[in-house]
């Protein structure tokens, strides 16, 4: 785990994973309560839940991979980040359906063109024999992120409110630079 750490294209994987995937907590702990409590049907909420699954799937299939070729990896972490703070000023602002239905398809930037960027950069740079610790060093920051920001988020949305999406919109504005790093250093 030490030699990975090493690997100055890698640490920015384990950070903008943890911060932008991590994000997501707050959402998915939430978002169906904000949206009810705000008179929206729960068929709507499900088309809105909905909407960014589909897109997640289309990012995946479709869309993601040749992102990743255009932008190179690190300009789609970046992407993911920089939609990750529009989805969550916009989901702190308003509970219309039309402005939610416009910002819930970035769930597929901010997830899988996400997730597909940090595995390009852990194909590219990390030694095979350490590929798998590599993809485990991922998954357990990203998901302890969430799990710490999930907790965090109860507090947060009883003192905030919707305006706790803000927070987890500075989150996403800590990970753009972190993103672009390894770019820097060319």
């Known amino acids: 785990m030490l030699g990975l750490l090493r690997i100055a294209a890698f640490r920015p994987v384990l950070l903008v994973s943890a911060l ?12 169906v309560i904000r949206w009810s ?9 499900s088309v809105l839940w909905s909407e960014s ?3 997640e799937v289309v990012v995946f299939f479709l869309l993601g991979p040749s992102l990743v070729t255009r932008l190179g990896a690190h300009g ?21 359906v039309t402005a939610l239905a416009i910002v819930q398809p970035l769930h597929g930037l901010t997830f899988a063109a996400l997730h597909l960027a940090c595995m390009r950069v852990i194909s590219a740079t990390v030694p095979s024999g350490l590929a798998a610790t590599a993809q485990a060093m991922y998954a357990l920051g990203a998901g302890a992120a969430t ?3 999930t907790v965090a988020s109860g507090v947060l949305y ?13 989150l996403c504005i800590l990970a753009m630079p972190l993103a672009l ?3 820097r250093r060319g």
């Open 76 to 96: 789609v972490m970046a992407l993911a980040a920089t939609a990750g703070l529009l989805r969550w000023v916009v989901v702190a602002s308003t509970t219309a």
């Open 181 to 183: 790093l390894p770019t």
């Open 20 to 31: 932008v995937l991590g994000t997501h907590a707050l959402h998915d702990t939430f978002a």
């Open 53 to 55: 699954v589909a897109a």
């Open 37 to 45: 409590g705000a008179g929206i049907s729960p068929a709507m909420v």
């Open 147 to 149: 799990a710490l920001l």
């Open 158 to 170: 009883a003192r905030l409110g919707a305006g706790a999406f803000l927070g987890m919109a500075l």
